[in-house]
């Protein structure tokens, strides 16, 4: 089964950047959306980017103009450049792809997540 890794996150000052890396184990036949989600303690898991396969963007509201998500998609790889960091920035951040792998069904796919810490 696929499987999806996260790399990039940290411990960053208020103002700072981080940039978050995702890449498939394998490649995607077909894919429909590349997005970042994230959650932190006691919240629900909340829609942060994502980008289409078509190309289109959107962002949650309070990470406009200061996140950008974009993507590879000769490696499969999604990325969050996340600058202007905020400490309500804190949350454990996972990579999402909806689509198909090769061998495999459709099917909504996630990381096991990983943790970016913005200290005020």
């Known amino acids: 089964q696929v499987q999806l890794v996260e790399s990039g996150g940290g411990l960053v000052q208020a103002g700072g950047s981080l940039r978050l890396s995702c890449a498939a184990s394998?490649?995607?036949?077909?894919?429909?959306?590349m997005a970042w989600y994230r959650q932190a303690p006691g919240k629900q898991r909340e829609l942060v980017a994502r980008?289409?396969?078509?190309?289109?963007?959107a962002y949650e509201d309070s990470v406009k103009g200061r996140f950008t998500i974009f993507r590879d998609n000769a490696k499969t790889a999604v990325f969050l450049q996340m600058d202007s960091l905020r400490p309500e920035d804190t949350a454990i951040y996972y990579c999402?792809?909806?689509?198909?792998?090769?061998?495999?069904?459709?099917?909504?796919?996630w990381g096991r997540g990983t943790q970016v810490t913005v200290s005020s």
């Open positions: 980008i289409s396969s078509g190309g289109k963007i």
């Open positions: 394998r490649s995607f036949v077909s894919i429909n959306i």
């Open positions: 999402n792809i909806e689509g198909r792998p090769a061998g495999e069904s459709w099917a909504n796919h």
